[in-house]
């Protein structure tokens, strides 16, 4: 038996694929979904079936429809973070440092070169400085040192809380990359950033960013679909345990997608995390037919008593567009958002 996620040949009594540990028991339906138009499938038909019950107007039509959770195919997925939210590693950032302390008896000169290095700092992080700028200006005019000490003084504190902000974007990005690769040089990066924030060094702090960000955004490049599909694994796995159901028997390809992640063979990975994919929805999609009846019943009862359920439709009309795309990711995303609306909107018709 050739397994449909990684290709190897199988003994006929095998109980799992011995190169992905995919379950035998799931060849069948992961091969036909891999070719088969989701249109025709049970899932897609019972969705076709509540439709035509609870929104006549879009009954047999397959109209497309634009969908947050469609941006699940970019880079970054804030929609998909749920099943990984509190799970990323994360790197605490230092409380705003201390204005680095001036030589005794330091004049007009050397105040004023700290001030410039503050506002190309400033700029760098892309705020606007005119009024310090002018403040600045005035004072070495008037030669007044207390004045252009406290613009350094002041500066120092904006400028610091935007490197602070800038700091914790460059983290939140390499966490999100971290579960599934390991990401070395930028955490050297952002390891030598950090300890330049803490004494005070800010320029320094900034080329340590750039740095990271740069590398960041190579790694994003790279690695984009692999970070889409394995979030939505994790998605899957988090709405399969919901529902009662083991995501066991999919769970060894996605294992080894990961594992191939971790050893840089992105398209080797790629493909193991797409085939993982498949397996899981194979999982999910019965019970997300269950469910959906279930889902039905609700809206039959709530639209007789005189009921919106226009909200709910509308989800139903996107989950189905989904579906029909193949993106199983993000149809599991709109299948939750479908439940969470039928339940904010049951939980007061039911009181």
């Given at each position: ?209 750039r740095q990271a960000a740069d590398g960041l955004s190579s790694l994003e490049e790279r690695w984009a679909t692999c970070q ?124």
């Open positions: 038996m050739d397994c449909p996620v990684c290709g190897a040949d199988n003994p006929p009594d095998a109980v799992n694929c011995h190169a992905c540990q995919l379950s035998t028991s799931l060849f069948p339906a992961v091969r036909e979904a891999a070719g088969s138009e989701s249109g025709d499938s049970e899932y897609a038909k019972a969705i076709a079936e509540i439709l035509a019950i609870v929104g006549p107007e879009t009954a047999g039509q397959h109209r497309e429809e634009r969908s947050d959770a469609l941006l699940t195919s970019q880079p970054r997925f804030p929609a998909l973070s749920e099943a990984r939210r509190g799970r990323d590693p994360v790197v605490r950032e230092p409380s705003l440092p201390s204005l680095p302390m001036l030589p005794g008896g330091s004049g007009v000169a050397l105040v004023h070169q700290q001030v410039e290095e503050l506002l190309r700092v400033g700029r760098q992080e892309g705020l606007d400085l005119t009024d310090a700028d002018a403040r600045t200006l005035e004072a070495l005019r008037t030669e007044n040192l207390p004045g252009l000490d406290e613009v350094r003084r002041s500066l120092f504190v904006r400028v610091a809380g935007a490197v602070a902000e800038d700091l914790e974007v460059q983290t939140a990005r390499r966490n999100e990359l971290a579960p599934l690769i390991p990401t070395p040089a930028v955490d050297g990066d952002l390891a030598g950033s950090r300890d330049a924030f803490t004494a005070g060094d800010l320029a320094g702090t900034v080329r340590g960013l889409v599909l394995s979030a939505e694994a994790d998605l899957m796995i988090e709405t399969l345990r919901d529902l009662g159901r083991d995501p066991g028997p999919a769970a060894g390809p996605l294992t080894e997608g990961r594992r191939r992640a971790r050893e840089g063979d992105a398209d080797r990975a790629e493909h193991m995390l797409a085939g993982a994919n498949r397996a899981l929805w194979e999982l999910l999609a019965p019970q997300l037919t269950h469910s959906l009846k279930g889902i039905l019943t609700q809206l039959q009862s709530r639209a007789s008593s005189g009921g919106d359920i226009a909200p709910e439709v509308h989800e139903l009309r996107q989950l189905s567009a989904l579906i029909r795309r193949h993106n199983f990711g993000a149809a599991v995303s709109a299948y939750r958002r479908l439940v969470r609306a039928v339940a904010s909107t049951s939980a007061p018709a039911a009181a």
